[in-house]
C-alpha cells in the first residue's frame, strides 16, 4: 500500500476510536440493561422532557423566523448605509460560546441584572419586576438572539437575488401586495426558509449551556437530562437510552436538513443584487426600516454588552478574585487558570483538527468508491450532540476517562467536518496539471505538497484553523462530561461559578465570561480578515 | 538511434487501445510535431514521455537509457501543458525559478537565469507581475520561460497555443522555431498539435497520429509528395480522393476514366492533385461551386455533371455556376 493511502486511514481511524466506538457502546448501554428502557415508560416524566425538547425548539424557531424575517428582506430589498457592518455585527450573537449568551442573558435578565436593576431604583421597588429566570421566555428568548444570523444570512442571500420583476408582475396582474407576497414571494423563498428553520431547529433542539444555565432545575431538555442522569444521578442505563432518542433525532433532522439542501437548486433565474436593491424613498419606509434595524441591533448587542459591563461594576475587583484560589473555592484552581486551561486545550485541538482535516479532505479529492463512501461518514459527527458526545466517552473509553487528551479529542471531533468543510473546495480547484508542471519541473512529491498545495491552502486553512479554535475556545457539551475537575476550561469555569452562590461569584463568572467574549471576538475579527470577500456558509 | 527513442508503447483508456504499438525515435537537435485529432492518444503519448502516465507495455529511453524507473522529477524534461499551468500563487519571477531552485542554485544564478530567459522571451521587466493579470500571450511566453529555465534535456508542449487566436498564433509559432533552434543545451522538442499549419510551420519532421498508430512520419514536404495513406493526404489539403480499381493491364480505372498507374498498391484510392488537371475548352464538364483566391492562384471547387466533387486551381477567377471543362493529366495511387 502506498504511504498516502495508509495516511488516509488516520482520520477513519480517529472518528472509529471516538467516534463510532463511543456511539456503540451508547447502544450496547442502552439495550444490555432492561432497567434502562424500563424506567423510561415508569413515570411520564420522560415523555414530558422530550415533549419540552420539541415544543421549546418549535416555538424558538418560530420566533426566530418572525424576528430576523424582516431583516432578511431588508437587506434584501434596499441600499442601506453600512450594510455590510450591521450584518457582521449581527453574526457576533451566533459565534458566541453559549455560556456567554447564557451569562449574558442572566446578567441582563436575572434578579441582580442590570434591566431589574433600573427598574427597580426607577420605581422604587423592593423586588424585582422581572422573574422571568428559569422560566421557557427566557431559553426562548436566548435562542432566538443566538439564531437569528442564521436566518438572516440563509433567506436573506437568497431572498436578495431573487427578482424583484417576478412579485411586479403579480401585482400587475391584480394581486395587492399582501397577496403577492404570499402567493409569489414567498412560495420561492420556501425552499430557503425551510432549510434555515430546520438548521435554526436542530441547534434548538440540541441546545445545552443556554437551558442548563437559563431553565433552572425544573426545565430540562433531553440533552440537559442525559447530563443530569450522568453526572447528578450517574443513571448511565437511562442517560444512555436518552442519548439514543437524542441520537435519532438529530439524525432524522440532518438527514431532512441535507434533502433540503440538495433540493433547494431549483432553476430560479437569479439577478445581481444590485439590480434588486432601491433606495428607502418615503419618510415611512425611512422610519420603519431604521427604526427595525435600531431595535435589533438593541437586542442584539445589549446582552454582550451588559456582561462586559457589569463585570466592571466593583472596578477590578472581578477581575483580581479570578487569580486567587480560595479555600471554599469550586473549581480548586483559581479561576484564571481556566483561560491557561483553554489556550493549551484550544491549540492541541487545532493541531489534532486541522491535521486530521487536511488529511480527510485530501482523501476525498481523490477519484474513487472510496472516497464518495467517506463524504458522508466525515460529516456525521455534525449530526451527534456534543453531551451525547461526552457521554459516550464516559461509557466507552475506561481508564482513557480521566486522559487530560480527552477534551482535545472531543474538541477535535466537532471541530473536523468543519475543517473538511473548509479545506475541500480550495483543494478541489488545484489543477492537477499544477501538480504536474511542478512535478516536471523536477519538483518530488513531497516538494509538490509544500510548494504548491501548502500555499494555495494556506488561506483556507488558517479559516479552519480560526473556526478550531472558536469551537474549542466555546465547547460546553461534550466539555462539561469529559474535563478533569482540576483542569476546567473557561465555559467550565463560568458553569460553576453561576451556580455558586453571592455576588462574587457571579461577578467572577462576568468577568470569564467577558474575556472568553474578547477572545472570542478577536478570534471573529481574524475570522472575518481571512475569509475576505469570499462569505460566510453555514 | 534517437536521442528519444519510444519503443513498442501501448496504452488502453476504459478498456479500449489508445496507443497501439508505437515506436518513434527523434534525433539530436531536432523538433519532432505529433499531429493528430483530439482522442487520438497524442497528448498521451506526451504524458508518458514525461512519466506521468505509464504505459502496460513498452518503454521509452533517453540517450540510450531506460526511463521506466525514473521518476517525473528526475527526468530533466520540460512539459509546457495546453492551459500553461501557471502557479497562481507565485508571481512571474518564482515561476520562472521554481524549477531552478528544484535543481538548488544560488539564488544569483536564479536571478540571472530568470532575467536571461524573460530577455528571451521578449518580457523583460515582468519579474514582479502577477501571473493572474497576463495576457494570453504573455501568459503563453512567461510558461514557455518557465519550461526553458531549468535547461530540460528536452521540451515537450502540448497544443500550447490552442487557446490563442490566430494571428498571435502565427507569430508565436515562428518566434518559438527560433527560440527553441538557439537553445544550446536543449537536445530535442517535442510539439502536440492538432493544427497542420502549426505543425508544419514549427516541426522537422512531423508523425501522424491516427487511431492509435503512428500513420506517418516525416517531414512535412515529404507529406505532400507521398502521403502513406488517404488519411495522411487529407491533413495537408490533398482532398481529391476518388476510388480507384486496378485493371489487369496496369491501368486504373476511375469515375473520371482510365489512367497510366505509377505503382501497383492492392486496395487504394486515386489521388488527384488540384495542379494536375486542367480548366480548358475540352473535357469533364462541370460547373463552379465555389472560387477562392488563394496565395496567387483560384482554389475552385467544381461539380462534374455525372456529380463528383472536386477542387482544381484556375489562373483566373471563374464565376459560380459557370460552366466549364476540365481535364486530368494524371492521377496517383494512395494506400485507403
Redesign the interface.
Known amino acids: 500500500m502506498k504511504l498516502t493511502n495508509a495516511l488516509f486511514l488516520l482520520p477513519i481511524a480517529f472518528l472509529a476510536a471516538f467516534y463510532f466506538y463511543p456511539l456503540i457502546a451508547i447502544l450496547q448501554t442502552s439495550f444490555a440493561d432492561a432497567r434502562g428502557i424500563a424506567e423510561l415508560f415508569e413515570s411520564n416524566y420522560y415523555a414530558r422532557v422530550l415533549a419540552f425538547t420539541f415544543f421549546q425548539a418549535a416555538l424558538s424557531t418560530m420566533l426566530t423566523l418572525v424576528a430576523a424575517l424582516p431583516a432578511a428582506f431588508i437587506f434584501a430589498r434596499y441600499e442601506i448605509r453600512g450594510a455590510r457592518l450591521i450584518r457582521a455585527l449581527t453574526t457576533i450573537p451566533f459565534l458566541m460560546p453559549t455560556l456567554v449568551v447564557a451569562t449574558a442573558f442572566s446578567a441582563l435578565f436575572g434578579p441582580r441584572g442590570s434591566i431589574n436593576l433600573a427598574l427597580m431604583r426607577a420605581f422604587q421597588l423592593d423586588a424585582p419586576p422581572i422573574q422571568i429566570l428559569d422560566t421557557v421566555w427566557i431559553i426562548l428568548l436566548a435562542h432566538t438572539f443566538y439564531n437569528f444570523s442564521i436566518v438572516l444570512r440563509v433567506v436573506g442571500g437568497f431572498w436578495a437575488n431573487l427578482d424583484p420583476q417576478i412579485e411586479n408582475a403579480a401585482r400587475v396582474l391584480g394581486a395587492s401586495r399582501a397577496r403577492a407576497f404570499l402567493h409569489i414571494t414567498l412560495p420561492l423563498l420556501a425552499p430557503a426558509l425551510i432549510a434555515a428553520a430546520l438548521l435554526v431547529f436542530i441547534f434548538d433542539f440540541t441546545s445545552f449551556g443556554v437551558i442548563l444555565i437559563l431553565g433552572g432545575a425544573r426545565l430540562a431538555t433531553l440533552e440537559v437530562e442525559i447530563y443530569r442522569q450522568t453526572v447528578n444521578l450517574f443513571n448511565l442505563p437511562v442517560a444512555a437510552i436518552l442519548s439514543l432518542v437524542q441520537l435519532v433525532c438529530t439524525f432524522a433532522l440532518m438527514t431532512l436538513y441535507t434533502r433540503v439542501q440538495a433540493r433547494r437548486a431549483r432553476p430560479l433565474h437569479l439577478r445581481p443584487q444590485t439590480i434588486t436593491r432601491r433606495k428607502l424613498q418615503t419618510a415611512r419606509e425611512k422610519f420603519f426600516v431604521c427604526g427595525y434595524l435600531a431595535a435589533m441591533l438593541i437586542f442584539l448587542l445589549t446582552p454582550l454588552a451588559s456582561i462586559a459591563a457589569a463585570s466592571f461594576e466593583n472596578g477590578l475587583d472581578y477581575y483580581a478574585e479570578l487569580f486567587i484560589n480560595r479555600r471554599a473555592s469550586i473549581t480548586f484552581v483559581p479561576p484564571m487558570d481556566a483561560v491557561r486551561n483553554s489556550l493549551l486545550f484550544a491549540g492541541a485541538t487545532i493541531v489534532l483538527a486541522v491535521a486530521l482535516g487536511l488529511i480527510a479532505a485530501h482523501a476525498l479529492t481523490q477519484k474513487n468508491r472510496a472516497a464518495q463512501i467517506l463524504d458522508p461518514i466525515f460529516m456525521l459527527p455534525l449530526g451527534t450532540s456534543a453531551v451525547t458526545l461526552g457521554f459516550g466517552y464516559i461509557l466507552a473509553l475506561g481508564n482513557l476517562r480521566t486522559s487530560i487528551w480527552l477534551v482535545p479529542i472531543a474538541h477535535a471531533l466537532v471541530a473536523f467536518p468543519f475543517v473538511v468543510r473548509a479545506l475541500l473546495p480550495t483543494l478541489k480547484s488545484i489543477q492537477p496539471h499544477l501538480h504536474q508542471a511542478a512535478q516536471v519541473l523536477g519538483a518530488s512529491p513531497a516538494r509538490v505538497w509544500r510548494e504548491i498545495d501548502l500555499p494555495i491552502l494556506a488561506r483556507a486553512l488558517s479559516i479552519g484553523a480560526i473556526f478550531t479554535f472558536m469551537i474549542s475556545l466555546g465547547e460546553f457539551g461534550a466539555t462539561a462530561l469529559v474535563a478533569r475537575p482540576d483542569l476546567p476550561t473557561i465555559p467550565i469555569a463560568i458553569y460553576r461559578l453561576l451556580g455558586q452562590p453571592g455576588l462574587m461569584n457571579f461577578g467572577q463568572a462576568l468577568a470569564l465570561s467577558t474575556i472568553l467574549m474578547l477572545v472570542s471576538a478577536m478570534a471573529m475579527i481574524a475570522l472575518e480578515r481571512a475569509r475576505g470577500d469570499t462569505g460566510g456558509e453555514f | 538511434m534517437g536521442i528519444l527513442e519510444v519503443r513498442e508503447v501501448e496504452k488502453h483508456f476504459d478498456h479500449e487501445p489508445l496507443l497501439q504499438n508505437i515506436s518513434l525515435a527523434i534525433n539530436a537537435g531536432e523538433i519532432v510535431c505529433l499531429l493528430g485529432s483530439s482522442g487520438s492518444g497524442k497528448t498521451t503519448l506526451l504524458r508518458i514521455i514525461?512519466g506521468?502516465e505509464t504505459p502496460e507495455h513498452g518503454a521509452i529511453f533517453f540517450e540510450g537509457r531506460d526511463l521506466r524507473a525514473t521518476?517525473?522529477?528526475?527526468?530533466?524534461?520540460?512539459?509546457m501543458?495546453q492551459?500553461l499551468?501557471l502557479?497562481?500563487?507565485?508571481n512571474v519571477f518564482e515561476n520562472i525559478a521554481?524549477?531552478l531552485r528544484?535543481?538548488n542554485l544560488s539564488r544569483v544564478d536564479i536571478r540571472a537565469r530568470v532575467n536571461a530567459m524573460l530577455d528571451l522571451v521578449g518580457l523583460a521587466g515582468f519579474t514582479a507581475r502577477d501571473v493572474n493579470t497576463l495576457s494570453g500571450g504573455e501568459a503563453q511566453r512567461i510558461a514557455l520561460a518557465?519550461?526553458l529555465a531549468?535547461r530540460p534535456r528536452l521540451l515537450m508542449f502540448d497544443e500550447p497555443l490552442g487557446a490563442l487566436d490566430r494571428i498571435l498564433r502565427e507569430q508565436l509559432v515562428a518566434d518559438l522555431r527560433a527560440i527553441l533552434k538557439q537553445i544550446g543545451t536543449l537536445r530535442a522538442a517535442l510539439y502536440v498539435t492538432h493544427d497542420q499549419d502549426e505543425a508544419f510551420a514549427i516541426a522537422d519532421r512531423v508523425a501522424i497520429i491516427h487511431a492509435g498508430k503512428i500513420a506517418q512520419i516525416g517531414a512535412p514536404a515529404e507529406m505532400y509528395r507521398a502521403p502513406a495513406n488517404a488519411f495522411v493526404a487529407q491533413l495537408p489539403g490533398l482532398t481529391n480522393l476518388f476510388p480507384a480499381r486496378w485493371r489487369e493491364d496496369g491501368k486504373i480505372e476511375t469515375v473520371f476514366g482510365v489512367f497510366a498507374a505509377d505503382r501497383k498498391i492492392e486496395n487504394a484510392v486515386a489521388l488527384i492533385r488540384p495542379e494536375r488537371v486542367r480548366v480548358g475548352a475540352s473535357g469533364i464538364a462541370a460547373r463552379v461551386e465555389e472560387c477562392v483566391f488563394r496565395a496567387g492562384n483560384y482554389r475552385v471547387r467544381v461539380i462534374t455533371d455525372a456529380g463528383d466533387r472536386l477542387i482544381v486551381e484556375s489562373k483566373d477567377a471563374l464565376a459560380i455556376a459557370e460552366r466549364i471543362a476540365i481535364a486530368i493529366d494524371a492521377v496517383e495511387l494512395v494506400p485507403a
Open positions: 514525461a506521468l521518476p517525473v522529477h528526475a527526468r530533466q524534461f520540460g512539459l501543458f492551459d499551468a502557479f497562481p500563487h507565485k521554481f524549477g528544484m535543481q518557465r519550461s531549468p
